[in-house]
């Protein structure tokens, strides 16, 4: 990589090198244990001209995307977290027309459509789309471009409402993009956005979000940038705990704008009180991702050491990141479980460590078990409160090690 994708200066700093690993989401079966394995350089660096963080694109979107095994319904919380969405969206701009970008298998439009909101998906994986279409979803099997948008818009008219979320770190031609909902949105009308915020992560030690997939990470000062390629004007934002942080953006074409909310000031205080826009504000991160992954051998080891068992809970893409980077392997985690039928019986890509069911860890009762997805830390303290009859304690590796008795 040697241009920003935003802006296109040359001048990228170095924010951490979390060595080379193999795509996150790429469980390997049994009978490609004994297959080369591809990986590939996970180097967070951020323009020091537009302060967007980013990764080389290297593994292209459609490599991965067009057969997907995530299904968004799979996560209740996260259905239910998107029928609130479209409760108050529907409430406040009672919109004629709502099109979503990675509908994914239609876990939010359903909720549009029960409203009796004339709605369509956009979502490129051809197998997950289809569960959409099968729910009675409108999906259009394709990637959002600009081409697109267009298409999109002569066809079905514009959008009052464009919601794009958990995707907007997902693209690497982030500009093309923006033109795509640009195109679609109409000139009087809203866009939706829902991204990991770049402040949180940094602030929480959240480094294992990094992964190849993300090939972006914003503040709001740098998605206010990127909307402006396409000629969306950022008029307000809200910060949401999802993700263990998130931004929720709200765009209009930028003749429509209107002066940004007192919230989008407060946001942009706090990421320049952070130092996110000179580099002193990246500068103590790689210390403290060194320090998370020393912690977090030391707790391993020591545990192997003492006899102690140590299983897994959760089996996601960011835990990937966090196991190979740490050079975590069976005889530290003997296996993790996790709920996705499609991961059992296979291994994390890298490390290999056996991804099992979830009763698995009541049969075995564990000492400890190392919690992955710490993001649900809330919700999986609850799920996993039963590893207490046993005295198990569960393990949290960020923001930094923490063993819950
Ligand atoms: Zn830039």
Request: aromatic fraction near 8%; hydrophobic fraction near 40%; charged fraction near 25%.
């Amino acid at each position: 990589m040697t241009r920003c994708r935003l802006c296109g200066s040359a001048e990228l700093a170095s924010v951490v090198d979390l060595g080379a690993t193999p795509p996150c989401e790429l469980f390997l079966t049994r009978e490609r244990l004994d297959e080369p394995e591809l990986t590939y350089p996970l180097h967070l660096r951020v323009c020091t001209s537009c302060w967007l963080a980013q990764l080389p694109p290297l593994i292209q979107p459609e490599e991965t995307f067009t057969e997907y095994a995530y299904f968004s319904s799979f996560s209740t919380s996260w259905v239910e977290h998107a029928r609130e969405f479209v409760e108050a969206a529907v409430d406040r701009f009672a919109p004629g027309f709502v099109v979503e970008v990675a509908s994914n298998d239609g876990y939010l439009l359903q909720h549009v459509a029960g409203r009796g909101v004339r709605c369509l998906g956009i979502e490129p994986s051809a197998n997950v789309g289809q569960a959409a279409r099968d729910k009675g979803i409108p999906t259009r099997t394709a990637f959002l471009d600009p081409e697109t948008g267009a298409a999109v818009r002569a066809e079905h008219g514009p959008a009052d409402l464009v919601v794009a979320n958990n995707v907007y770190a997902h693209i690497p031609d982030v500009v093309g993009f923006t033109q795509g909902l640009r195109a679609l949105v109409a000139d009087d009308g809203w866009v939706s956005i829902e991204v990991q915020h770049l402040l949180t992560l940094v602030e929480l030690n959240q480094y294992d979000t990094i992964y190849h997939e993300h090939f972006q990470y914003y503040t709001v000062a740098a998605a206010r940038r990127a909307l402006a390629t396409g000629g969306l004007a950022l008029v307000d934002v809200e910060l949401l705990p999802t993700h263990g942080g998130s931004i929720r953006l709200w765009a209009r074409p930028e003749e429509a704008g209107g002066e940004p909310t007192e919230r989008v000031a407060d946001v942009l205080a706090r990421e320049k009180g952070a130092g996110l826009d000179e580099l002193a504000g990246y500068a103590e991160f790689a210390a403290r991702v060194a320090k998370v992954r020393r912690d977090l051998l030391r707790f391993l080891i020591d545990a192997a050491e003492a006899g102690k068992t140590v299983a897994g809970y959760g089996a996601p893409g960011k835990g990937n990141t966090l196991l190979n980077h740490c050079g975590i392997r069976e005889d530290l985690l003997a296996y993790t479980v996790d709920r996705n039928p499609y991961k059992h019986g296979r291994f994390t890509p890298g490390t290999r460590i056996p991804i099992l069911p979830p009763e698995r860890l009541a049969e075995d009762r564990p000492d400890y078990v190392l919690v992955l997805p710490w993001n649900l830390r809330e919700e999986l303290t609850e799920q996993l409160s039963y590893v207490r009859e046993w005295g198990g304690q569960l393990v949290f590796p960020i923001p930094s090690l923490e063993i819950v008795p």
